[in-house]
């Protein structure tokens, strides 16, 4: 499965985003897609988790009520995952990644349990 990013950007603190994740040519419903961010010099860390058709959404408790993860498996065009970011804070600043699982979300979407991965997208919050 081919997970493409894309809507990363240099904002200000406050501002908002809305990354995208879409796998051309492939299905994810089968699939769980999970949000990571990382800096240089840490480790890639978990953001936040969805299911393929259930919906069922997960988040780490740093971005609760500011970031919402969202799928549009329509098919009206390829599927596409959604990131909204809001009230952004300069500790958001990182390379965003999706990836995608066969296991559920609430196995507790580790990095390592993680089948396929995109190429991650860079966002920048500062003044």
């Known amino acids: 499965v081919q997970l493409v990013e894309s809507g990363g950007d240099l904002v200000h603190p406050g501002g908002s985003l809305r990354l995208s994740c879409a796998a051309p040519?492939?299905?994810?419903?089968?699939?769980?897609v999970a949000w990571f961010r990382q800096v240089p010099g840490k480790e890639r860390e978990r953001v936040s988790c969805?299911?393929?058709?259930?919906?069922?959404?997960?988040?780490?408790e740093a971005v609760k009520g500011r970031f919402t993860v969202s799928s549009d498996l329509t098919k009206s065009t390829e599927d596409t995952i959604y990131l909204q970011m809001t009230n952004l804070r300069e500790d958001d600043t990182a390379r965003y990644f999706c990836?995608?699982?066969?296991?559920?979300?609430?196995?507790?979407?580790?990095?390592?349990?993680?089948?396929?991965w995109g190429n991650g997208t860079q966002v920048t919050v500062s003044s």
């Open positions: 040519k492939y299905t994810l419903e089968d699939y769980a």
């Open positions: 969805i299911s393929g058709t259930a919906g069922q959404t997960f988040y780490v």
């Open positions: 990836a995608a699982t066969e296991l559920s979300c609430t196995f507790g979407f580790q990095a390592a349990d993680m089948d396929f």
